[in-house]
């Protein structure tokens, strides 16, 4: 008999490949293909009708024209049917007055959900926790965050991890804890005992060897 570690899906890891999916959405068959060039943030809730998803919904469909302008595409998932998905997009629309731009996909297959390791059995063996997989633009995942059922998701803080992740890439560099756009970033340690010495006279601002901030050049 396998054990729990063996006979458990593969979990999605960070700088590798996301795992491929195709699915049906609120807009109609959606693939992880069709995002290639893109970022994207793929995010699951574990019902449609909850209180806390739809405070997550209203808050992303407010960020979604942040995400568009850094080429992020957002995509929802959830363990129901493309009906349900439509009435509550409407719902929200109704009571709210927001519109979702963006597409839902249908799992109840869970096949998706179970690829990217959305389903937690200490949760829930039928609903897709709280999970966020950044995607990059080479289909790359680059960050995954998963939060418990009863508390709801930071979606400024997402949009701030697609900036970071992004800054990063471009220029070479880390960002400190709770970076934004305009703040210094770190340049990444040396590697070598020369470099280390050359530290000092970089022209960077020089706490230790170790330790260096950089301003960024103005966009």
């Known amino acids: 008999m396998l054990d729990a570690v063996t006979a458990a899906p593969?979990?999605?890891?960070?700088?590798?490949?996301a795992p491929a999916f195709s699915a049906m959405t609120t807009h109609g068959p959606r693939s992880l293909a069709d995002y290639r060039g893109r970022w994207l943030v793929l995010f699951s809730h574990p019902a449609d009708f909850t209180p806390v998803c739809t405070t997550e919904f209203i808050a992303f469909a407010r960020a979604y024209p942040d995400f568009q302008a850094l080429n992020c595409d957002l995509l929802g998932l959830s363990i129901d049917s493309t009906f349900a998905h439509i009435a509550w997009v409407r719902a929200i629309k109704e009571k709210f007055g927001v519109e979702i731009p963006f597409p839902i996909i249908d799992d109840?297959?869970?096949?998706?959900?179970?690829?990217?390791g959305m389903i937690q059995p200490g949760a829930s063996d039928t609903s897709a926790v709280r999970a966020v997989f950044v995607i990059d633009d080479k289909g790359i995942l680059r960050a995954?965050?998963?939060y418990p059922m009863p508390t709801g998701r930071s979606i400024a803080e997402v949009l701030r991890l697609v900036r970071a992740?992004?800054?990063a890439d471009k220029h070479g560099v880390a960002t400190p804890e709770a970076w934004q756009p305009g703040e210094k970033v770190i340049v990444p340690p040396p590697k070598t005992v020369a470099d280390a010495e050359a530290?000092?006279?970089a022209g960077d601002e020089y706490v230790d060897w170790y330790f260096c901030r950089r301003v960024l050049p103005a966009a």
């Not at 109840?108 to 990217?116: E, H, P, Q």
């Open 10 to 17: 593969a979990m999605p890891r960070l700088n590798e490949p």
């Open 108 to 116: 109840l297959s869970m096949r998706v959900a179970n690829a990217y």
């Open 144 to 146: 995954m965050l998963y």
């Open 165 to 167: 992740l992004q800054t």
């Open 199 to 201: 530290r000092a006279s």
